[in-house]
């Protein structure tokens, strides 16, 4: 059974299911599930817990014939099996249904996942734990969406606050979930509840944004000209080195060629994306981008890269951090698909 995350607690004070399957890329939120479920689980009288990390070339028996095995005293147990890959290999998918099809008895389980592609959650075991238990999916939180999870989150804690409080919270932490929670914990102990007001939450609140090059592509994709700027100032500022940045720009610029150049031959677009192994979650990224940048412009991007690639070793005249920033002036600027 599929249940959305926002009925966990509910779904919780009726009683506990044998068997969960946490899976997503938005940690606050699977972390917090995790603790809802021991805490139900502690409260059942669940009192022992077995964890198994699985890593490598895992020793699979040790869930399937220990998860058999009696609780010591006739305790009830919890067991937490986390993948942290999300690909439980051959044997590991043979494991995951044979322990799904034979829950043990007295036990509740607990089974971690990240981000998984479509085929993974088609897959015989993860169709196998699905039909045994509840599985929840945590999606990460859309930057449109941002304000209004603050909205919330700030509520719980007894405060209100307008857009203007909003949005500057949302540019603050940049889509880290875990440290809008350090902030609005830290407003909770600093100011007494009620209205906000923006200057006295700038007083109490730090810039935990945090930027990483993987984020560059995705400011490109949108046309989002002053969040590119902030990313790579930030990188430029923290010694990020620049192989690594015109590396990821390269594989997005490469990934959106290929895509155009299938468009421009008349293939259909969910056949391309599918074929570049594309995640449901990034296709209207890439599909906006798409839609804006033309084949003769994105070749024109890899040219600039290539000359970046010449500058950042040296052996071209020019600043790579100057040259990285028109490039982002150029491919976020507005453009019909069709026109160079």
């Keep these: ?201 700038q007083a109490a609140v730090t810039d935990v944004a945090r930027y990483d090059v993987e984020q560059l592509p995705d400011a490109l994709y949108q046309g989002q000209l002053a969040r590119y700027s902030r990313i790579l100032a930030h990188l430029r500022e923290e010694g990020e080195a620049l192989p690594r940045i015109l590396w990821q720009l390269s594989n997005a610029l490469r990934l959106l060629l290929r895509l155009q150049s299938g468009l421009q031959r008349g293939e259909a677009l969910p056949r391309l994306l599918a074929a570049q192994r594309v995640w449901e979650k990034r296709r209207p990224l890439v599909e906006a981008a798409l839609q804006r940048l033309s084949l003769p412009r994105l070749e024109q991007a890899l040219t600039r890269l290539a000359l970046l690639d010449r500058q950042a070793k040296g052996l071209e005249p020019g600043d790579p951090w100057s040259e990285l920033l028109r490039l982002g002036l150029f491919l976020c600027s507005t453009q019909r698909r069709g026109s160079n």
Excluded at 160 to 182: H, Y
Aim: proline content about 5%; overall charge negative.
């Design 1 to 201: 059974m599929e249940l959305a995350p926002e009925r966990l607690d509910s779904h919780l004070a009726q009683g506990l299911a044998p068997l969960y399957v946490l899976w997503g890329e938005e940690p606050l939120g699977l972390l917090e599930a995790e603790d809802a479920i021991r805490a139900a689980a502690c409260r059942a009288g669940y009192g022992e817990r077995q964890v198994y990390d699985v890593q490598g070339r895992y020793n699979w028996d040790a869930i399937t014939k220990g998860g058999g095995n009696l609780s010591l005293f006739g305790a009830r147990r919890l067991n937490e099996i986390r993948i942290p890959s999300g690909k439980p290999g051959t044997e590991g998918s043979r494991a995951l249904q044979d322990y799904a099809e034979h829950l043990p008895a007295d036990t509740l389980t607990l089974i971690t996942l990240p981000g998984l592609e479509w085929r993974a959650t088609q897959s015989k075991w993860f169709g196998a734990l699905a039909g045994a238990g509840v599985t929840l999916q945590f999606r990460a939180v859309e930057a449109a969406r941002l304000p209004a999870w603050i909205a919330g989150r700030l509520k719980t804690q007894g405060f209100s606050a307008g857009p203007d409080v909003l949005d500057w919270l949302a540019q603050r932490v940049e889509g880290n979930l875990l440290a809008a929670r350090q902030e609005i914990d830290k407003l909770a102990l600093l100011l007494p509840a009620g209205r906000l007001e923006l200057a006295q939450v």
